[in-house]
Nanobody
Framework: QVQLVESGGGLVQPGGSLRLSCAAS????????IGWFRQAPGKEREAVSC???????????YYADSVKGRFTISRDDAENTVHLEMKTLKPADTAVYYC????????????????????WGQGSVVTVSE
């Protein structure tokens, strides 16, 4: 059974850090581009970060301007997991975070980019608040 499971969300104060993990079962993440997306209440889903496959591409990473310099995406192929390290969190980062597996990171951030991803996790809630 193909499955993605996110973990690591929670409540954190502004300026704090969290690390989200996306663990796969039933398929090998290294053959896929992995994207992190988030959706805040009343807002559209947005692409946060993407890491291309080291097998079919070059493992490049991509970040939304709003998180560049604060978030880091990485792979642990031995654990079949992708992480999103989030630092200097802001209230604006509050959202449900989803990981997804697809073919490429090409078109990162463009309208409909999320439609290129075929496998999705259930989401992990991140709340940044005093």
């Amino acid at each position: 059974q193909v499955q993605l499971v996110e973990s690591g969300g929670g409540l954190v104060q502004p300026g704090g850090s969290l690390r989200l993990s996306c663990a796969a079962s039933g398929f090998t993440l290294a053959y896929y581009a992995i994207g992190w997306f988030r959706q805040a209440p009343g807002k559209e889903r947005e692409a946060v970060s993407c890491i291309s496959s080291p097998r079919s591409s070059d493992g490049s990473t991509y970040y939304a301007d709003s998180v560049k310099g604060r978030f880091t995406i990485s792979r642990d192929d031995a654990e079949n997991t992708v992480h999103l390290e989030m630092k200097t969190l802001k209230p604006a980062d509050t959202a449900v975070y989803y990981c997804a597996a697809g073919a490429y990171c090409l078109g990162f951030g463009s309208t409909g980019f999320h439609m290129d991803f075929q496998y999705w996790g259930q989401g992990s809630v991140v709340t940044v608040s005093e």
